[in-house]
């Protein structure tokens, strides 16, 4: 069974930044398409960033210059770098991992089948 632990949430002013990290388990890390997407209260989860098994990227319009997906396969790990963030970024995070192990990036969220518990961000305006 696949795991993924986020950490790195927090309360942060608008402007500043925050780095979330996606620690994932299992032996075919490197194999995974994975994402990121957020809830804010009220609302219905939206994708955030995605990231193919050769780092190749795809962002929400809503984040894209601002946010940085990426991925370490040495440590199982997966981060979401967040500059100049809005209160509109609040919200709770999810990664997420494609247990497919086939196809590239994807913002659906019906295309990945672990998802970790979530972190809070809130940022203060």
């Known amino acids: 069974q696949v795991q993924l632990a986020e950490s790195g949430g927090g309360l942060v002013q608008a402007g500043g930044s925050l780095r979330l990290s996606c620690a994932v388990s299992?032996?075919?890390?490197?194999?995974?398409?994975l994402g990121w997407f957020r809830q804010a209260p009220g609302k219905e989860r939206e994708f955030v960033a995605s990231?193919?098994?050769?780092?190749?990227?795809y962002y929400a319009d809503s984040v894209k210059g601002r946010f940085t997906i990426s991925r370490d396969n040495a440590k199982n790990t997966m981060y979401l770098q967040m500059v100049t963030l809005k209160a509109e970024d609040t919200g709770v995070y999810y990664c997420?991992?494609?247990?497919?192990?086939?196809?590239?990036?994807?913002?659906?969220?019906?295309?990945?089948?672990?998802w970790g518990q979530g972190t809070q961000v809130t940022v203060s305006s």
């Open positions: 997420a991992a494609d247990g497919r192990l086939v196809g590239g990036v994807s913002a659906r969220a019906a295309s990945y089948d672990y």
């Open positions: 299992g032996r075919t890390f490197d194999r995974y398409v």
């Open positions: 990231i193919s098994r050769t780092a190749n990227t």
